[in-house]
């Protein structure tokens, strides 16, 4: 069983859709990261979250400690938006860290 | 500020061989954590530094290992390489640990033939 699931696995949005892309997770944790990889393999951390929201431009994260769940919002989708997300978490006992699969999204102009 | 430089970024290696990839953190980062990716297997924690010691460890045989040097730059090192070693190896580096921002490197390509 996966500490992480993500959701959907791949997606394919028209530019200018809103884009949800969500994470669950089994573990306690200390931190959840948003992770974006383009093609040719560069990460790029997103986000960094253990309570609450947070806004970068057209980018929001949220995430829910009780329900052990986060979502990564796209407002206005944009094809340079294509890329795969990814879904990391720190657990908070023994600081082992888990990826989630990652959601490969395509954004169509 | 200079990013997180990893070297070599392609690496072509017999099985059998070891290999020694090397990891500039970003001046100021303590801590250093390295990543194995592959498309199987998808993105796993290899092992985590701080101040030259090695505070974390992901589940890989002992053939994985590194070290940290007084001035954060890590390495890690793969012995008796096999073909399933074949991976992009990243490294990130954090100002302490990694419930700090990461930033991450752009990884060596390894093919182990």
């Known amino acids: 069983k996966n500490e992480v699931e993500q959701s959907p696995q791949n997606l394919t949005a028209q530019e200018g859709e809103f884009i949800t892309i969500n994470c669950s997770y089994s573990v306690g944790i200390s931190a959840l990261h948003w992770l974006q990889q383009h093609p040719g393999g560069g990460i790029v951390s997103l986000f960094m979250?253990?309570?609450g929201k947070k806004k970068h431009g057209r980018l929001i994260a949220t995430i829910n400690i009780q329900e052990k769940h986060s979502s990564l919002h796209i407002t206005a989708s944009h094809p340079r938006d294509s890329a795969v997300y990814i879904c990391a978490v720190l657990r908070g006992t023994g600081n082992q860290f888990y990826f989630g699969t990652g959601t490969s999204l395509t954004v169509i102009p | 500020k200079a990013g997180v430089t990893q070297t070599p970024r392609y690496l072509i290696k017999t099985r059998g061989q070891q290999v020694t990839l090397s990891c500039s953190p970003i001046?100021?980062?303590?801590?250093v954590s390295w990543y194995q990716q592959t498309p199987g297997q998808g993105l796993q924690f290899l092992f985590e530094?701080?101040?030259?010691?090695?505070?974390n460890k992901g589940n890989f045989p002992g053939r994985f290992s590194g070290r940290q040097f007084s001035n954060s730059r890590s390495e890690m090192n793969v012995s008796t390489l096999e073909l399933g070693d074949s991976a992009l190896y990243l490294c990130a580096s954090s100002y302490i640990d990694r419930t700090y921002e990461q930033y991450f490197g752009p990884g060596t390509r390894l093919t182990v033939t």
């Open positions: 979250l253990s309570s």
């Open positions: 530094y701080f101040s030259e010691t090695q505070r």
């Open positions: 001046s100021g980062h303590r801590s």
